[in-house]
């Protein structure tokens, strides 16, 4: 089979597609014939280096996390799923981007058929990460939530949970995305002329102030947060851990949520329509470099997706 490889730290270049065998599955894991693997921005993060003391890595590295795809064999032990079972779910071993992938039965759910292939395969760390962000800063109905990144693949989901709970959000994004907020129920506001700029935008957009601060961007957002009145206990970051730590604000997600209990709530919200994930745009698993050269520009709305 054909997987996704790296032997040293490096930029998009270490990236390799390899044939290397198609792993069999041990007791207690299933076989998945990948038909998509959604790509993240911590898999780019893993494969520079920069989250080597919190997340070593051996090499040769693969990569991914997100799937769907097709039960191609079971290991001993396993009786919950059969041969031609279409699923989706997720692995902790860096290995999804590749045509076939071992994977622990308790990790998968059954594909929906209203989920398109790229929606299942990309769904998992934008989809448990979301799911674990809003409640960290528990809105209430009729408060005012902003979210940074918003029209992104874990902001668009916080966007649109928050809208569920009956708050009021304000979307963080560039022009191209706002008509999108707007149909999802949210205001949009423009964060290209900078954070002044952005902050003054949210002051006249919600005068009596904001109650919760949702940041899935970084780069100074918490510290916007706590510049607008916003107490520490009612901000999330997914990835400004350095500000989390300096101010005491939450920083939950994927780990929170990693769990069937929790993605089935997305994935039943996607399936019937109440959540809506888009997909960017997909990729051959040969061009997994220009898919990651187009998620590292941070404009994304919603999901990369391979398809191998």
């Known amino acids: 089979m054909r997987a996704v490889q790296y032997d040293r730290f490096g930029d998009l270049e270490v990236l390799e597609v390899r044939d290397i065998p198609v792993p069999h599955p ?133 966007v649109q ?9 304000l979307g963080l994004a560039g022009p191209d995305n706002h008509a999108w907020l707007k149909d999802h129920g949210a205001t949009a506001i423009d964060y290209s002329d900078g954070p002044a700029a952005t902050a003054d935008r949210i002051r006249s957009a919600a005068p009596a102030g904001i109650d919760t601060f949702v940041d899935t961007f970084g780069h100074g957002y918490v510290d916007l947060a706590i510049g607008l009145g916003v107490r520490p206990e009612r901000i999330n970051t997914i990835i400004d851990f350095e500000g989390a730590q300096r101010h005491g604000t939450h920083a939950a997600g994927s780990s929170e949520a990693a769990n069937t209990h929790d993605l089935a709530e997305v994935v039943t919200r996607l399936a019937d329509g109440r959540l809506d994930l888009p997909i960017a745009a997909t990729y051959p698993l040969d061009q997994v470099r220009a898919a990651y050269a187009e998620l590292e520009r941070r404009h994304t709305r919603g999901k990369i997706v391979l398809i191998p």
């Open 26 to 158: 041990a007791p207690g894991e299933v076989l998945v014939q990948v038909r998509a693997a959604g790509i993240n921005p911590g898999e780019a993060a893993l494969r520079t280096g920069a989250l080597a003391q919190m997340f070593p890595s051996t090499f040769p590295s693969g990569q991914g996390s997100d799937l769907a795809g097709v039960v191609a064999d079971l290991g001993e032990g396993v009786t919950e799923w059969r041969i031609s079972d279409e699923v989706l779910g997720w692995v902790d071993s860096r290995s999804s981007h590749a045509e076939y992938v071992t994977v622990p039965a308790e990790q998968l759910l059954a594909r929906p058929a209203t989920l398109d292939w790229p929606v299942a395969g990309g769904l998992f760390v934008a989809g448990t990460t979301a799911w674990a962000a809003v409640p960290a800063v528990a809105p209430q109905p009729g408060e005012v939530v902003a979210v940074s990144g918003a029209a992104g693949g874990v902001g668009g989901l916080v």
């Open 161 to 169: 949970l928050a809208v569920e709970l009956g708050a009021t959000v």
